[in-house]
């Protein structure tokens, strides 16, 4: 066998021939047909089944098709126009189409905020004058060295 032959078979055998390359390997084993590969060859082609090129569809099977569609559509319309009707004649209970109206909702809503936020704001100097307080007992308060030198100090001086 010739090592070209050899070398495409590997690649063959890789599943990385080109087109090209695989009639050439097919030409050259129709000429060989003693060689072990040329069986595998064969068996190839023997067994390739072509498909014709247009199917027979039987026209009956179209129609129904075409029917079927159709009815689907019409069911899945029939079904839905219901809950879409039914959404558009829903009225808002909120809503409002007098401009000072809604506007004075609008007020008392934010005024209604304001208040809340006005005693967050409470509580927060609340806890500034807390926060205050503590600073001044953190300063006013010795250290624990100064207690303990004071200590060390009046034992001495008896």
């Known amino acids: 066998m010739d090592s070209q032959i050899e070398q495409l078979l590997e690649k063959y055998w890789n599943g990385e021939t080109t087109l090209d390359e695989e009639k050439t390997l097919k030409a050259y084993f129709e000429q060989h047909p003693e060689a072990p590969e040329a069986q595998y060859f064969r ?3 023997s067994d390739r089944v072509r498909l014709p090129d247009k199917v027979f569809i ?8 075409a029917w ?3 009815a689907a559509a019409v069911l899945i319309a029939l079904i839905s126009l219901p809950f879409i009707f039914q959404q558009q004649t829903k009225v808002d209970p909120y809503a409002v189409d007098d401009p000072r109206e809604a506007f004075e ?3 008392a809503s934010l005024m209604m905020i304001s208040k809340g936020l006005n ?10 004058k807390l926060a205050d307080a503590r600073e001044v007992l953190v300063k006013e308060k010795p250290r624990p060295e100064a207690r303990l030198n004071d200590a060390v100090g009046q034992g001495r001086g008896n």
């Open 58 to 65: 039987h026209p009956g099977r179209k129609v129904r098709r």
């Open 43 to 45: 068996k190839i082609a």
């Open 119 to 128: 005693k967050g704001k409470t509580y927060t100097y609340e806890l500034t």
């Open 68 to 70: 079927l569609s159709i």
């Open 105 to 107: 909702i609008t007020r």
